[in-house]
């Protein structure tokens, strides 16, 4: 089973950056498609961003389209998140999770996930 990692969180002033890292271990990288989903306080945890074994055809919520890239690094066994134009509403806790690369239509769904990192904070606040 594979383990995830998230690292890079921290707080941002409006209109900032930040870029998300998710390092996988204990089984190999390209079984997996991998997504990012963000969780603020009081709010059920939600999709962000997907990106299959292959590394094409990616897929955004539309709230963060044009801001936010995924992108990942097979010799790495990283998957990251490049956050751009970043607004409070962007708060939250962010965790990335591990399907089964067939699973990939599914990428939206919570349920499609066999894997999760422990979560890191993003506040972007004046």
């Known amino acids: 089973q594979v383990q995830l990692a998230e690292s890079g969180g921290g707080l941002v002033q409006p209109g900032g950056s930040l870029r998300l890292a998710c390092a996988a271990s204990?089984?190999?990288?390209?079984?997996?498609?991998m997504g990012w989903f963000r969780q603020a306080p009081g709010k059920e945890r939600k999709f962000v961003a997907a990106?299959?074994?292959?590394?094409?055809?990616?897929y955004y919520t539309d709230s963060v389209k044009g801001r936010f890239t995924i992108s990942r690094d097979s010799a790495k066994n990283t998957v990251y998140l490049q956050m751009n134009s970043l607004k409070p509403e962007d708060t939250a806790v962010y965790y990335c999770?591990?399907?089964?690369?067939?699973?990939?239509?599914?990428?939206?769904?919570?349920?499609?996930?066999?894997?999760w990192g422990q979560g890191t904070q993003v506040t972007v606040s004046s």
């Open positions: 204990g089984d190999t990288f390209s079984n997996y498609a």
């Open positions: 990106i299959p074994w292959s590394g094409a055809g990616t």
């Open positions: 999770g591990a399907m089964p690369k067939d699973k990939y239509y599914y990428a939206g769904q919570i349920k499609s996930y066999v894997a």
